[in-house]
């Protein structure tokens, strides 16, 4: 999602499209699809079990994404409600508002889904459990029936330059935060349709034509006291938490990777950058847009910063000044995704969809970027350096370890397993030998194998108890290393 654009400054040649009928045909099923599945949460079984909103305001579909995403999705699309409806509601059931998102006003602002099947409303509470609630009533819908609805052009409601209101949820330290904010729309307007074109004459082109392109979108306009106020907000709340200086800079990052990835502006090929401004007020951004929000603020906290380019992957990060025996190919800067949490430093095992995704099958390399490929760092800055990584590689080392351990206590329990079910085949050819001597009347034998039974099978019980035990201790260092390794990706 970074091929963006350079022109020299020449003239525009404008070309004419024809469209013919048969599109126009594939719209109208399209609209006929998407308005029985109005108000209705879909499953996109056949990819990673996505799921979608159709809104019943314009039969199109939204992209929920994470929990907070849904959350926060679902509630823009609100209808306020008076506490005499909500009351009626409850009782008789919400019929003209099927698929709805309901808002008592009355009520701090309570949020209900009213579920299409049987009009009643349910609760969406944290983010969470709203997204719990989005899958219990989601419906499985294939690719082709999916492709059919058309996508909105944003994860907001319709009309957006009526939204100017903003609720932000992020998690540091595993911790939830909110920052509600209203957000000036006459200055989105000017940023959106500010010049997205880096441009020159001939012969005067800069020596790196990308790094000067890139520059275009870390300024911000004399009208724009918002994009840094903001900034200001996530400050402040550091500081009332006790925050230092490399706590807080890990604070802004984690707001800035909670931002929702726009799956939406990747799958319509959509190459246009956002200015900063743009991807707060939309909420939402792929990874450069969401790079050049937090290049532009590691600045004004005063840190080194610059931007990562892997072209061999499509992709970019952030890149914060920290000691050199940590930076990257001793770069001077260490990694920071940005369109998913990570801890700052660490490389994403895979990006897919534009979004870099979590391994959990490995925790090797998880300081090398080299699997991203080529690296080309632009807008190079110097400041301060972050400190935390060291920290950060000995969590990871010690998570890496207790994996190694806990794959070993694996094979020690299998083959305690082993042994235990070698001994139950030899208890159970005894049992066999015991019933033959019975069988031929031979008591003497019988009388004289039953002790050796009976040895043997104590033995087998002390190793099943043993064994049961160890399954137990086992269990609880499973649950150790998960709770450790949802700490170190906030999951």
């Not at 800055?381 to 998570?399: C, F, R, T």
Request: net charge neutral; glycine share 6%.
């Amino acid at each position: 999602m970074r091929r963006f654009r350079f022109t020299i400054f020449l003239s525009i040649l404008s070309v004419a499209l024809i469209f013919s009928i048969w599109p126009f045909l594939r719209v109208r099923a399209a609209t006929t699809l998407a308005s029985r599945l109005a108000g209705k949460i879909l499953l996109q079984v056949e990819g990673s079990g996505e799921a979608w909103y159709v809104s019943p305001l314009d039969n199109k579909r939204y992209y929920l994404g994470r929990p907070a995403d849904a959350f926060n999705l679902m509630r823009r699309f609100g209808l306020g409600i008076s506490e005499n409806s909500y009351q009626s509601f409850q009782i008789n059931g919400a019929n003209s508002f099927k698929g709805r998102i309901l808002l008592r006003v009355q009520a701090a602002g309570e949020a209900y889904y009213v579920n299409p099947e049987d009009s009643r409303l349910y609760y969406l509470g944290r983010p969470s459990d709203a997204f719990t609630l989005m899958r219990r009533f989601g419906l499985g819908i294939s690719n082709q029936n999916l492709n059919q609805i058309i996508i909105a052009d944003s994860s907001m409601p319709v009309d957006v330059n009526n939204v100017n209101s903003q609720i932000y949820s992020w998690k540091y330290q595993n911790q939830v935060y909110q920052l509600n904010i209203n957000l000036d729309q006459n200055l989105y307007q000017s940023y959106a349709s500010s010049s997205k074109v880096y441009t020159y004459y001939s012969g005067q082109e800069p020596a790196d034509i990308r790094d000067a392109f890139y520059g275009l979108f870390l300024k911000i306009k004399s009208s724009d006291n918002q994009t840094l106020g903001l900034l200001s907000s996530l400050r402040a709340q550091a500081a009332n938490l006790g925050l230092n200086s490399d706590q807080t800079a890990a604070f802004v990052l984690a707001f800035i990777q909670y931002i929702p990835y726009d799956q939406v502006k990747l799958e319509a090929g959509n190459n246009i950058p956002y200015y900063p401004f743009e991807t707060l007020y939309l909420n939402k951004g792929v990874c450069a847009d969401k790079t050049f929000l937090a290049v532009l603020w590691l600045r004004e906290l005063g840190y080194g910063a610059a931007i990562l380019d892997f072209p061999e992957s499509n992709h970019s990060a952030v890149g914060i000044a920290c000691p050199l025996e940590d930076s990257l190919a001793s770069s001077g800067y260490c990694y920071v995704e940005t369109t998913n949490y990570f801890p700052i430093g660490v490389v994403p095992p895979l990006i897919s969809g534009g979004q870099a995704k979590i391994d959990l099958s490995s925790f090797d390399l998880l300081f090398n970027a080299d699997r991203l490929g080529y690296l080309d760092i632009k807008q190079k800055s110097q400041g301060k350096k972050y400190q935390g990584i060291a920290a950060v590689k000995l969590e990871a080392a010690a998570i890496k370890q207790a994996k190694i351990d806990l794959d070993n206590l694996k094979n020690s329990l299998d083959n305690e397993k082993l042994n235990l079910e070698t001994a139950y085949n030899s208890l159970k050819q005894q049992e066999s030998q015991l019933a033959t001597y019975r069988s031929a009347g031979d008591i003497s034998a019988y009388n004289q194998f039953v002790p050796v039974y009976n040895q043997a099978l104590a033995q087998y019980q002390l190793q099943t108890d043993r064994y049961n035990q160890d399954v137990a201790d086992y269990n609880q260092v499973v649950n150790a290393f998960n709770n450790r390794y949802r700490q170190f990706y906030q999951q």
